[in-house]
């Protein structure tokens, strides 16, 4: 009998354990780094969630929107999260934050017309960076994630189409880039989150993205909210975060 009883808890703890009680268990401890590096003749300050044991993880690049990201002060971890760097940083993901923008000159975009007329600069600073955080010791850089929010997913999109080592897209707000075509090889999946009565970004941007993933037979997911705007409320982007939690674990 306890033989029987030892055996029904090994079971129970690998079952709660296989199942990824997201929320509850945290599986890595992380260091919180931050440093500047010159992209286009300007420092770009690029804050790191790297897991504290030594080896090589999977790479999770966060794009932020036209917003910008919350203030830095001091050599401190910020207290807030943008979008889920600390959740992925417990879950054994190396998260890179970069201030992309700042190569700009710039720590915010409000402008549509100014987004646009900019946008191939960012994209071709967001390739830099990317090929620079791709060489530090720490990042599997042959597993890389794409995590953007509005503006960031449509920059998210513009280097996924292009570079084969990314493998998974979660982007919320945003939608697909024009001018920019699927030139790479290997298979991408997308998660995409809008809110459906966003006025920024129309529903109708997230439905093009499902379309043109469907027929470039990238595999796509939806989550939709239901009268949400833009921005989304503290329960909805939770969601978004818990989602692409899960959705990166899965594709790991």
Aim: charged share 20%; aromatic share 12%; net charge negative.
């Amino acid at each position: 009998m306890r033989s029987l009883n030892f055996l029904l808890c090994l079971l129970a703890l690998l079952s709660s354990q296989s199942l990824l009680a997201y929320g509850e268990s945290r599986f890595c401890s992380y260091e919180y780094l931050r440093s500047a590096v010159p992209v286009s003749g300007k420092l770009v300050t690029i804050e790191y969630y790297k897991p504290a044991a030594v080896g090589r993880y999977p790479l999770v690049f966060m794009l932020h929107g036209s917003s910008g990201v919350f203030s830095v002060d001091g050599v401190s971890e910020p207290a807030t999260d943008n979008f889920g760097e600390k959740e992925l940083a417990r879950q054994c993901f190396a998260v890179a934050l970069p201030h992309y923008m700042e190569a700009l000159g710039f720590k915010s975009i409000l402008s549509v017309q100014a987004m646009s007329a900019r946008f191939p600069e960012m994209h071709s600073v967001l390739q830099q960076i990317l090929n620079g955080v791709e060489t530090l010791p720490w990042i599997d850089a042959r597993q890389v994630f794409l995590y953007g929010e509005s503006l960031g997913g449509f920059l998210g999109f513009a280097l996924a189409f292009e570079r084969s080592e990314i493998i998974a897209v979660s982007e919320f707000s945003g939608g697909i880039p024009s001018g920019y075509n699927l030139l790479r090889r290997g298979q991408l999946k997308v998660l995409i989150s809008h809110g459906s009565s966003d006025t920024v970004v129309p529903i109708a941007e997230a439905d093009k993205v499902a379309l043109f993933c469907r027929e470039h037979d990238i595999p796509v997911e939806m989550q939709i909210f239901k009268g949400q705007g833009h921005f989304l409320s503290p329960t909805a982007r939770q969601e978004v975060v818990d989602g692409t939690v899960r959705f990166f674990l899965r594709e790991r």
